[in-house]
């Protein structure tokens, strides 16, 4: 009995050995198969991951935006309306200083315009009106800020006409004080003698104007004609103030 076991055991143990070989053989091709697809698919993310980098990085917080073919493509930067700086056209027309501008009646610097009515003083002379004692009529027109025409009329036997444009000042202590209250004034002109014997005669003119209030001004004026006998007059009176024409 114990003879038959014995050799059913010899018979037997070849094959166990050989199943166990055989299964130990199998066992170690399946790991190395393993291990080599994980490895395969390890390398194929370091690579996939190397070719396309993450579209947010830690500098940059802003995602990068791959444009789809066919379409154009367009940032956020790009959508957004940039400030336009506006450009100032130079203007083709000068401006021109107030104290250059033409208005008949104006104020000047030497005070407002006015009209009004004198004496004549002869101081030299006598062949006309302006060289004797006489009534007279006066008046300012400004033109600019610094110039004025100021006709005037002295009557008698020979009715005189002056027509002086003057320079008119003002007079200023300094940059910080008001200007005083008197405004002299030099000029040249035409002195036109009427009459049976009628001349046109160079006419030198200087003055003061001193503003009474806002409605009056005084002026005094020394007016010299170069007729065939120089006459000279002091004409003296009070104008009423006007804005202009």
């Known amino acids: 009995m114990k003879t038959i076991f014995l050799r059913k055991s010899v018979v037997l143990l070849p094959g166990l050995v050989t199943f166990a070989v055989l299964s130990w053989i199998f066992s170690a091709n399946a790991q190395t198969v393993d291990t080599a697809n994980t490895q395969q698919l390890t390398d194929s993310s370091i690579t996939s991951s190397q070719q396309f980098p993450s579209t947010y990085t830690q500098e940059s917080s802003s995602p990068v935006l791959t ?34 501008v033409v208005n008949v009646g104006r104020r000047t610097r030497g005070g407002r315009s006015y009209i009004g009515v004198g004496a004549n003083i002869g101081l030299s002379g006598g ?10 009529v006066l008046s300012k027109v400004g ?7 100021r006709p005037s009329a002295v009557f008698g036997n020979n009715t005189t006409i002056l027509i002086p444009v003057t320079y008119d000042f003002s007079l200023q202590q300094d940059e910080f004080t008001e200007p ?12 036109i003698n009427t009459g049976d014997n009628s001349q046109v005669a160079f006419l030198v003119s200087g003055g003061i104007d001193v503003p009474l209030n806002a409605q009056f001004t005084a002026t ?10 120089t006459d000279v007059g002091l004409l003296v009176g009070v104008g009423y103030n006007f804005s202009g024409f």
Do not use: K, W
Request: aromatic letters at 6%.
């Open 220 to 229: 005094a004026s020394v007016n010299a004609g170069f007729f065939d006998q």
């Open 67 to 100: 444009p789809i073919p066919g379409t154009v493509a367009t940032s956020s930067t790009a959508l957004i309306p940039q400030p336009v700086e506006a450009t100032t056209q130079p203007s083709s027309v000068p401006e021109v200083a107030q104290s250059d």
């Open 127 to 136: 062949e006309t009106s302006l060289g004797d004692g006489n009534f007279a």
């Open 143 to 149: 033109i600019t800020n610094a110039f004025s025409i």
């Open 180 to 191: 005083l209250p008197i405004a002299p004034y030099v000029g040249v002109g035409a002195a």
